[in-house]
């Protein structure tokens, strides 16, 4: 299970009128989130609590090369957004206040999640879906699931990467480095170096493989441990500040071209070859290596490529978006509990699974940004999430 969108990024502590745009880019991304999961319901490839997958081979392949691009990017960019605002709540708060204001505003949502939220989601699935008509009491008397993070797996390693960063602060005392803006050339080395890495990791731990009981998949860390030092290079550096799209144009090329040709070509050699899928997830395959590279390439230029967008296009104030940026962090924890309502609302509607996607995917999202508006303006819970 994946995806989630990065709580220190949802909780602003950015002036409003300078780089709006990273609000509006985490509504954007908390959106995919929500169709992401709802992907992963009716055909592509991963686990979530309740799915119906279509078997239709044209679905599928569209399914299967949404959710792709999204995993290249979208976590990643996620802890990137995060990172950019830690080195200024650390300066403001100081190392001790910092730590608690973490602990707080991601801890309670972890408990929260793991005791209340996912053993009624599970007792949807298990009662609805499976048939099996007991009590919610019944059913938490067999209930040996506790840890369960689900999607929040995101915070806790958010709020693993947060006490690193304290750590290395009080270890080094130093003023940080300031890097310069880098260029394209970089940024591509970048992601070379990343596919190279992520090759290498996923010799021992392939795609899909989880750390229990966090849910890490070990496969994507390099990635997010990457860019989330990225995000705190910037942050430090100030790149947002110098921030020009029109310096980007190529990275952008290039991430189009990643997806509407790179994509096609790996799932092309799986057809053509009809190796197990399983060679493109790890191991020493070449396969596996055609993937990591394809991954970490595109998605470092979507990444960029989405941040000089937002600056240039985005960066206007709304009350719509801003409404909707507010309560992203609570629709991310919520949005589970929505997807799943639905679909098993439609579970005995007489269609294909792709079908359904296509209500499921629209209404999941606007059900869980109004669910998520409602919850932020409850007393107590606002001062949390």
């Known amino acids: 299970m994946s995806l989630s969108t990065p709580p220190a990024a949802l909780i602003p502590d950015h002036p409003k009128s300078k780089i709006v745009y990273i609000d509006y880019l985490k509504v954007l991304l908390t959106a995919l989130v929500i169709a992401h999961h709802a992907f992963v319901t009716y055909g592509a490839p991963g686990g979530w609590y309740y799915s119906e997958k279509t078997t239709v081979m044209g679905a599928t392949m569209v399914m299967t090369m949404f959710v792709a691009v999204n995993q290249s990017f979208f976590m990643g960019f996620f802890f990137f957004l995060s990172a950019l605002f830690i080195p200024a709540s ?39 879906a499976g048939e099996h008509y007991i009590t919610f009491v019944q059913f938490l008397s067999g209930y040996d699931a506790w840890i369960s993070v689900g999607v929040l797996w995101f915070v806790v390693a958010l709020l693993l990467f947060s006490l690193i960063y304290v750590a290395w602060k009080y270890i080094a005392k130093s003023a940080p480095d300031i890097w310069p803006m880098p260029a394209t050339k970089n940024i591509l080395r970048f992601g070379v170096t990343l596919g190279v890495v992520s090759f290498i990791v996923r010799l021992g731990f392939p795609v899909g493989w989880e750390l229990e009981p966090v849910g890490f998949q070990l496969g994507h860390f390099p990635q997010y441990i990457a860019v989330f030092m990225v995000g705190i290079a910037a942050a430090e550096s100030k790149w947002l500040d110098q921030l020009n799209a029109d310096h980007y144009k190529t990275v952008k090329t290039i991430a189009l071209c990643m997806i509407f040709i790179g994509f096609p070509m790996i799932y092309a050699i799986k057809i053509i070859f009809d190796n197990p ?109």
């Open 90 to 128: 650390y300066r403001k708060k100081g190392a001790v206040v910092f730590i608690k204001d973490r602990f707080f505003r991601l801890g309670i949502p972890l408990l929260f999640y793991s005791f209340i939220l996912a053993p009624v989601m599970n007792y949807l699935v298990y009662y609805f």
């Open 277 to 385: 899928l399983e060679w493109f997830s790890g191991g020493l395959h070449g396969e596996a290596a055609f993937y990591a590279f394809w991954e970490q390439i595109a998605g470092v230029c979507i990444m960029v490529t989405l941040l000089a967008y937002g600056k240039k296009r985005l960066n206007t104030p709304n009350v719509f978006l801003s409404k909707m940026s507010r309560c992203a962090f609570a629709v991310y924890i919520l949005h589970p509990l929505v997807l799943i309502v639905l679909s098993l609302l439609l579970r005995t509607w007489p269609v294909d699974p792709a079908v359904k996607l296509l209500l499921v995917a629209p209404f999941g999202i606007v059900f869980s940004f109004l669910l998520g508006h409602i919850v932020v303006k409850i007393p107590g819970v606002n001062q949390v999430i």
